[in-house]
T-cell receptor
Framework: GQNIDQPTEMTATEGAIVQINCTYQTSGFNGLFWYQQHAGEAPTFLSYNVLDGLEEKGRFSSFLSRSKGYSYLLLKELQMKDSASYLC???????????FGPGTRLSVLP | DGGITQSPKYLFRKEGQNVTLSCEQNLNHDAMYWYRQDPGQGLRLIYYSQIVNDFQKGDIAEGYSVSREKKESFPLTVTSAQKNPTAFYLCASALQGAVQPQHFGDGTRLSIL
């Protein structure tokens, strides 16, 4: 079966660092993707990992361990505008399909 | 500019009525997807299509239908059999066979009158 798990909600303070975890069990693996979604808007692409390790893009980094079925998104120097939902998605090999986790709602407090 | 266009932005459905949501892309992507999102929830796959004239059911296909007559277009019909259609509907596309992310349209918010 396909299963992706993320924490439902997280809270952090402006200027801090937050790590959002994602664990997955999917039939095949062809990349893990992180999206940001503000309320009422479409998801926007943040980062992806295909190989194990850390990918850094400015204030955002994403890590992958395929053997553990685990990824995290790291957000540094948090800003108020980072308050949003963060979606983890895995692309499988077979249907070329994307399986989404439930999303983590992050609240950044002043 | 290349992108995905969904229309309308807001749609209201009467009891017993079928409604169709439009999704058009000019990114030359082979694969297209329809998702449903309920408040505070993640994305659930309704249908997807990897090639023209072919599509597959997702996890919640009941009460919905699609067509893929052209590469650029993947309309979704919400039929009267879908008893709880109120949700945010997102269309996405992606390159086939490549490790590339999906691109999303701006979504259609459907409500029942």
């Amino acid at each position: 079966g396909q299963n992706i798990d993320q924490p439902t909600e997280m809270t952090a303070t402006e200027g801090a660092i937050v790590q959002i975890n994602c664990t997955y069990q999917t039939s095949g693996f062809n990349g893990l993707f992180w999206y940001q979604q503000h309320a009422g808007e479409a998801p926007t692409f943040l980062s992806y990992n295909v190989l194990d390790g850390l990918e850094e893009k400015g204030r955002f980094s994403s890590f992958l361990s395929r053997s553990k079925g685990y990824s995290y998104l790291l957000l540094k120097e948090l800003q108020m505008k980072d308050s949003a939902s963060y979606l983890c998605a895995v692309r499988d090999n077979y249907g070329q399909n994307f399986v989404f986790g439930p999303g983590t709602r992050l609240s950044v407090l002043p | 500019d290349g992108g995905i266009t969904q229309s309308p932005k807001y749609l209201f459905r009467k009891e017993g009525q079928n409604v169709t949501l439009s999704c058009e892309q000019n990114l030359n992507h082979d694969a297209m997807y329809w998702y449903r999102q309920d408040p505070g929830q993640g994305l659930r796959l309704i249908y997807y299509s990897q090639i023209v004239n072919d599509f597959q059911k997702g996890d919640i296909a009941e009460g919905y239908s699609v067509s893929r007559e052209k590469k650029e277009s993947f309309p979704l019909t919400v039929t009267s059999a879908q008893k709880n259609p109120t949700a945010f509907y997102l269309c996405a596309s992606a390159l086939q066979g490549a490790v590339q992310p999906q691109h999303f349209g701006d979504g259609t918010r459907l409500s029942i009158l």
